[in-house]
């Protein structure tokens, strides 16, 4: 899969009209607390792209910074046997962005995305944009018209 970064956030946001300003930053902001340092604001309002695999099949959930992944909802929301974490190779291979990168807008076509409720609870999000240095800021709703995904309880 050809790799994915920036370009292709910005140009899915633009293709839908969105004024999603993109910030990049001097530092990494690869993990919620660094990218909520950076920002300035609370570590729940980072929206974390995590990519699961449910008996090999991959499988998006965007959660908020200061929420872990439920796996036993996602394997029965998804009717799996098993749940596990993607490593690296999987997250490129399934979703073309570097890990620490992965962008819950302009994915491969076909990939199911799940946004946890927990995301709710916040006005603005900020999701990566494609970069270990970057975000984009966004509203819960606008980001499920975004990115298609069905909104579900996956937290611990």
């Known amino acids: 899969m050809r790799g994915r970064g920036e ?3 910005r140009a899915l946001l633009e293709a839908h009209g969105v004024d999603g300003e993109i910030r990049t930053f001097k530092e990494s902001t690869h993990n919620a607390a660094l ?6 604001v609370e ?13 090999a099949a991959p499988v998006i959930v965007v959660i908020s ?6 796996f036993k909802k ?11 974490m993607a490593g690296p190779d999987d997250v490129v291979a399934h979703t073309g962005f570097a890990v620490g990168a992965v962008s819950p807008v302009a994915l491969p076509p ?7 409720s927990s995301l709710r609870r916040y006005e603005m999000i900020y999701p990566a944009a ?5 975000m984009f800021q ?18 611990r």
């Open 110 to 116: 076909g990939l199911p995305v799940y946004l946890d």
């Open 74 to 84: 996602v394997k029965n929301l998804r009717g799996g046997k098993k749940v596990r």
């Open 65 to 70: 910074g200061d929420r872990r992944i439920d």
């Open 43 to 55: 570590l729940g309002q980072i929206a974390n792209t995590i990519l699961l695999l449910v008996d």
């Open 7 to 9: 370009r292709d956030v």
């Open 130 to 134: 494609g970069e270990t240095n970057n």
């Open 138 to 155: 966004t509203t819960p709703a606008e980001l499920a018209a975004l990115t298609g995904g069905t909104e579900s309880d996956l937290a």
């Open 35 to 40: 990218a909520a340092q950076e920002l300035g």
